[in-house]
């Protein structure tokens, strides 16, 4: 936390997706650009997934759509938990839809996990994310809990 802010802990994530259409690679929803963004193939059930790298107690996830296709994103699933497997964890939000280039916050009320996960239950699917933010306190710190809500 810097100057009692909560910081975006995907950043020192290892992202990952269930597959990599034309070198869209995980990696760029989280390298704070809004000219690059994540693409998975189309297929069945597309994710996308940070591994946090320790637990956390997270408080909100920022998603932010692309400029174009905004429509792919429409039904995704955010889940926060313990398991690396898209459907062990629990559900934070759902996308319903989200505009062209548009940043949406699901508050997660300080779900406890080391993955946060989006995916696109369905067939026929593509999965694309420009910028994603999990903001949070490493769980069983007290004081960062007692000061971030």
């Known amino acids: 936390m810097a100057n009692g802010q ?7 994530g290892q992202t990952s997706q269930s597959s990599t259409y034309a070198g869209s690679v ?17 297929e069945t059930d597309p994710w996308w997934r940070v591994d946090l ?10 998603i932010t759509n692309r400029q174009t296709f ?26 319903s839809t989200l505009a062209d280039g548009a ?15 989006v995916h696109i239950p369905g067939d026929g699917k593509i999965l694309s994310l420009t910028e994603v933010g999990v903001y949070g306190t490493i769980a069983g710190n ?8």
């Open 26 to 42: 995980p990696e760029y929803a989280i390298d704070g650009s809004l000219n690059s963004w994540t693409h998975t193939n189309e």
């Open 53 to 62: 790298l320790k637990v956390y107690n997270v408080n909100r996830v920022t």
């Open 142 to 149: 007290s004081l960062l809990k007692s000061t971030t809500f």
């Open 70 to 95: 905004a429509w792919r994103l429409d039904g995704a699933v955010i889940r926060i938990g313990f398991f690396p497997d898209v459907y062990s964890n629990t559900v934070c939000g759902v996308i």
């Open 6 to 12: 909560e910081e975006n802990v995907a950043l020192v």
């Open 103 to 117: 940043t949406a916050t699901f508050s997660c009320g300080g779900m406890e996990g080391r993955y946060m996960v």
